[in-house]
C-alpha cells in the first residue's frame, strides 16, 4: 500500500469533517438568526387602570423608545360580570382609544379568566359569577377543575366543560369584534385566554391547592365530566378491558375502576414511583391529559377565528404557555411540573430536539389551526428573564426550556414571541441579558414587557436596556 496514501485519506477526512461542522454551523446560524429581524417590541398594561394620566404618560414613554404595540386584558367579568348579554365595554373603549391616539397598536386579551390568584396579580375580577349557574344550576362544580386534593378552581371553566360554555365564548367574542370593528386596523393581534392567567395550561400551580413554590404541581383531573373522558380514552385506544388489563398489568373489572391515581389518596405514589414516565398507565394518563389540554387550545382559537368579523381577518390570534421551568432537573421528579400544568406528554422524547423537548404536539396543534383558519397564530412564552438555577430544591432549567421551546417553534415556522415571567426581571442586567440572549440566539421575534409601568416607574435601567434592543441595528 502506498505509505502516502494514509495521509491523503487523513487530510481527506478532516477536510470532511471541517466541511460537516462548517455546514452544522451555518444551519445552526439559520436557525437561531430566525429571530431577526426583531418585529414586535411591545408592553403589556397594568392588569386594571385607575390612573389614566399616568397611563397617557407611560404610553408615550413606551412610543418613544420604539415600542409599537400594548397588550391589556379584556377581563370577561368585567364586561359581561353583570348579566348574561349585557355588555359594558366602556372601560375598553377608554383603554383602547388612549393607545391608538398614543401612535400604538392594541393587543386585547379575551381573558376568560379570573384576575386574582397567580404571581403578579393585584385585582379581584372573577369569571361572571352567573355562569357556574346559568351552565350547569343542579352542580356549578362541576364546570370546575377538580385536583387530586379534592379542591374546585373557579379561575376558569374547565376545558371539559368546553361543550356547555361554547355559547358563552362565542357571545362575547361577538360582541368584542362588533364593538371594535372600526379599530380593527389598529389591532395587531387578538390573544386568546386558554386557561389560567390566560395561558394554555392547567390550574396546577394555583392557590385553590395552596400550591407553594417549586412544588410538583397537583393534577386536574378529577372531576366527574374529567374521569369519563379519560375512561373514553381509554376504551378507545384498547377496545376491551382486557386490553388495558395486558398494557396496565391491572385487574379491572369495570370501566368505571378506570380513573387517574388515587392510591394513596392523591398522586404522590404515582409521581415518586415515576410512574408517569415509565408506567404504561402513567404514560396513557399523562398523553391523554396533555391531548385534552391541546384539543382546548385548538378549540379556542377556531372558536376565536370564527366569531370574528371579516375586519378582522388580516388580525393575527395568539396563544399563551407559560415557561414551567421549576423541577426540569429534578433527579427524582424530572419535568413533572410541566406535566402536571399539561404541557408536555410523556410517550414521546421529551430531551430531543425532533420533539422540541416535549412540545412538538402544541406546536402541530398551532400549525393545524393555522392550516384550517388560514389565520396566523402567534405563541407566546415567558421566563425570557430568566436562569438555569439546576440546584435543589428548584432544580430551574429556566434558559433552557426557553431555548427549546423557541428553537422547536423556528423549525416548525412558527411564529414565537417571549415575555418576562416576572415584572422583576426587566430590573436588573441579569434578566436583560438572558432576554437579549433569546432574541438573539433563538426564534423570538418580538417580547412583550410585562408590565408598562415596571418601563416607567424609577425603573431607568429597564426602560434604556429596552430602548438599546429595539435600537440596535443588527436586530433591522
Request: proline fraction near 4%; charged fraction near 15%.
Amino acid at each position: 500500500m502506498n505509505s502516502n496514501r494514509p495521509n491523503t485519506l487523513h487530510t481527506y477526512r478532516w477536510l470532511n469533517i471541517f466541511f460537516i461542522f462548517a455546514s452544522c454551523f451555518l444551519l445552526s446560524a439559520s436557525l437561531f438568526t430566525q429571530a431577526k429581524p426583531f418585529e414586535r417590541p411591545a408592553v403589556m398594561s397594568e392588569l386594571l387602570i385607575s390612573d389614566w394620566d399616568a397611563f397617557k404618560a407611560q404610553l408615550t414613554q413606551a412610543k418613544n423608545i420604539g415600542v409599537t404595540s400594548v397588550s391589556t386584558d379584556v377581563w370577561w367579568g368585567k364586561v359581561e360580570g353583570a348579566a348574561d348579554q349585557n355588555f359594558d365595554w366602556g372601560y375598553y373603549d377608554r383603554v383602547s382609544t388612549e393607545i391608538i391616539n398614543a401612535g400604538l397598536k392594541w393587543v386585547p386579551i379575551l381573558s376568560f379568566h379570573k384576575c386574582g390568584g397567580n404571581v403578579g396579580d393585584t385585582c379581584d375580577i372573577p369569571i361572571p359569577p352567573w355562569i357556574w349557574q346559568k351552565l350547569s344550576p343542579n352542580n356549578p362544580d362541576g364546570l370546575k377543575y377538580k385536583s387530586e386534593k379534592n379542591n374546585f378552581s373557579d379561575e376558569v371553566i374547565a376545558l371539559w366543560s368546553d361543550g356547555k360554555a361554547r355559547s358563552q365564548y362565542l357571545e362575547f367574542i361577538q360582541a368584542f369584534s362588533q364593538r371594535y370593528a372600526d379599530k380593527a386596523s389598529h389591532i395587531t393581534e387578538i390573544n386568546i385566554s386558554a386557561g389560567p392567567a390566560g395561558e394554555l395550561r392547567y390550574p396546577s400551580y394555583n392557590a385553590h391547592d395552596n400550591w407553594v413554590y417549586p412544588g410538583r404541581g397537583y393534577l386536574q383531573s378529577y372531576s366527574n365530566n374529567a374521569i369519563e373522558d379519560f375512561q373514553q380514552y381509554a376504551r378507545q385506544k384498547y377496545t376491551t378491558l382486557d386490553n388495558v388489563n395486558q398494557a396496565w398489568g391491572s385487574a379491572l373489572t369495570d370501566w368505571q375502576q378506570i380513573r387517574p391515581p388515587t392510591d394513596d389518596g392523591g398522586a404522590d405514589g404515582f409521581f415518586n414511583r415515576q410512574d408517569y414516565l415509565t408506567s404504561q398507565y402513567g404514560l396513557d394518563l399523562i398523553a391523554w391529559y396533555n391531548q385534552a389540554l391541546i384539543d382546548h387550545g385548538q378549540f379556542m382559537l377556531e372558536l376565536a377565528n370564527s366569531a370574528l368579523s371579516d375586519a378582522y381577518r388580516n388580525v393575527t390570534l395568539g396563544i399563551k404557555i407559560p415557561g414551567v421551568h421549576w423541577l426540569i432537573g429534578s433527579p427524582s421528579l424530572p419535568r413533572v411540573a410541566e406535566v402536571t400544568a399539561g404541557l408536555i406528554p410523556t410517550n414521546i422524547d421529551i430531551n430531543s430536539d425532533n420533539s422540541a423537548h416535549g412540545y412538538a404536539n402544541i406546536m402541530a396543534m398551532i400549525n393545524n389551526v393555522i392550516q384550517v383558519t388560514q389565520r396566523n397564530i402567534v405563541l407566546h412564552f415567558t421566563c425570557l428573564e430568566m436562569s438555569n438555577d439546576n440546584v435543589a430544591p428548584q432544580y430551574s432549567l429556566a434558559q433552557d426550556l426557553v431555548f427549546w421551546v423557541g428553537n422547536g417553534a423556528g423549525a416548525r415556522n412558527i411564529e414565537i414571541m417571549g415575555e418576562n415571567a416576572l415584572s422583576g426581571g426587566v430590573t436588573n442586567d441579569s434578566g436583560w441579558n438572558n432576554i437579549d440572549n433569546a432574541i438573539r440566539w433563538s426564534a423570538y421575534k418580538g417580547l412583550t414587557v410585562l408590565r408598562i409601568t415596571d418601563l416607567s416607574n424609577n425603573n431607568n435601567l429597564g426602560f434604556n436596556r429596552y430602548q438599546k434592543l429595539i435600537a440596535d441595528p443588527s436586530l433591522k
